[in-house]
């Protein structure tokens, strides 16, 4: 039967695949050989396993997990092509994001970095008709879009006026599956049925307006909390984002944002006073 077989050695190298990975392979359940010796230990591998090792070294330089790699392998061809398609899909998101930090790296590196304006004042209390959502901060963008599409054919299907721009609300902590928001200021004591409404309390605020990409907008929140901080204040959540002029308005490089952080000072800077 060895014959017929090749050894771990000979088999990794026709499968451009080291013994190392091949072992680990094995011991994961993703490629094992036909054939152990039982008292050497030897693997050995059928030449007709090769499409199989060659496919996973192919997905592997993809990057792809090792656990996704299995359910490939295992899956019907219809099926596979799902798992593959996510993993594009995936790969593609990852990708985008990339190219954000890039465009970041490149802007720190061309002048620091930004020169935000931070000014200092109080915000009145808004009265906002929302719709929610759950995201994680990769999807925020995406999710916000959904969002105007749920918002505003509500307003317009309920008679509300309202006054832009449109606001979003965030947490500060950025995490799996935190609660964002979409709201349009509408007139207080607004109560017309349809859209869910919410009050944002006024008090005092920091904010800064950046104007550019919204994957770049990390850089003017760094300026806003790092000017917070520097005085002695607490920021306090939800941050608020007014979206001045919007992507259907203007090019990516001339969008224009509203970053709003209210503040209190802390225990402290209080007893100082």
Not at 159 to 185: H, N, S, T
Request: with cysteine; aromatic share 6%.
């Amino acid at each position: 039967m060895h014959d017929e077989l090749l050894t771990i050695g000979r088999f990794a190298r026709r499968c451009r695949l080291s013994v190392k990975q091949l072992r680990h392979y094995d011991e994961t359940g993703l490629l094992a050989p036909v054939h152990v010796d039982a008292a050497t230990g030897y693997r050995y591998y059928a030449p007709e396993q090769a499409r199989d090792a060659l496919t996973i070294a192919l997905l592997r330089e993809m990057d792809l997990p090792l656990a996704v790699i299995a359910g490939a392998l295992a899956a019907e061809p219809a099926h596979r092509a799902e798992i593959l398609r996510a993993e594009r899909d995936r790969l593609a998101e990852r990708i985008s994001r990339d190219r954000a930090r890039v465009g970041m790296l490149e802007r720190l590196a061309a002048g620091g970095l930004p020169g935000y304006e931070v000014t200092w004042g109080r915000e009145p209390e808004r009265r906002l008709a929302v719709v929610r959502a759950v995201c994680d901060p990769a999807g925020i963008g995406e999710t916000v879009g959904a969002c105007v599409g749920r918002l505003l054919p509500a307003l317009g299907a309920a008679g509300v006026a309202w006054r832009p721009p449109l606001w979003g609300r965030y947490p500060l902590d950025l995490a799996e599956g935190m609660e964002i928001a979409l709201g349009a200021q509408v007139p207080q004591g607004e109560d017309t049925p349809g859209p869910e409404y919410e009050t944002l309390p006024g008090g005092p605020v920091a904010e800064t307006v950046h104007i550019g990409p919204y994957a770049q907008l990390p850089l003017a929140y760094h300026a806003l909390l790092a000017a917070v901080h520097e005085r002695g204040l607490r920021p306090l959540a939800p941050a608020r984002e007014a979206y001045l002029v919007g992507p259907a308005e203007a090019p990516q490089e001339e969008l224009t944002t509203r970053l709003v952080i209210p503040v209190e000072e802390t225990p402290t800077r209080k007893n100082a006073a």
